[in-house]
């Protein structure tokens, strides 16, 4: 019975006593602290966006930063500027950092706004700013 209690009492020191100079350190069974559990992770992030025509298509580059946390990318096109609708979907990679994606589509008569809608994979969402490709006419 005596060992128990000189186990349990190493325990408790053990589990609650911390000298003033040794690092902080998470005690057994402890929670974490509430900044621990909200550190952010890296998100993803568009680094350019840009468009252009050539030889009759409409070729839309982009670079994206954090790589690996995108999920998906919406290609988004409108003649207006301010009603979009999704031209095409892109799968992002696993590729860590940086990456390059492309998208083109043959180029029409009249002029139009495209943007890119970024996924992540913890399903946030944001959107590149809007560039306008318009024909050589």
Do not use: C
Not at 46 to 73: H, K, M
Not at 76 to 86: I, M
């Amino acid at each position: 019975m005596i060992k128990y209690a000189v186990f349990f009492t190493i325990f408790a020191l053990r589990l609650f006593y911390q000298p003033s100079n040794a690092q902080e350190t998470l005690a057994p069974f402890a929670s974490p602290s509430y900044t621990s559990l909200t550190k952010a992770k890296n998100l993803p992030s568009l680094i350019n966006f840009n468009g252009n025509i050539t030889n009759n298509r409409v070729l839309l580059q982009w670079q994206v930063s954090e790589n690996q946390a995108a999920d998906q990318f919406e290609i988004e096109k409108s003649t207006d500027g301010k009603n979009f609708s999704l031209a095409a979907l892109i799968f992002g990679t696993d590729k860590p950092e940086t990456d390059n994606y492309w998208f083109y589509e043959k180029a029409k008569q009249s002029k139009f706004h495209y943007r890119v809608k970024m996924i992540t994979k913890a399903k946030q969402t944001t959107y590149s700013s809007v560039i306008v490709i318009k024909p050589n006419s």
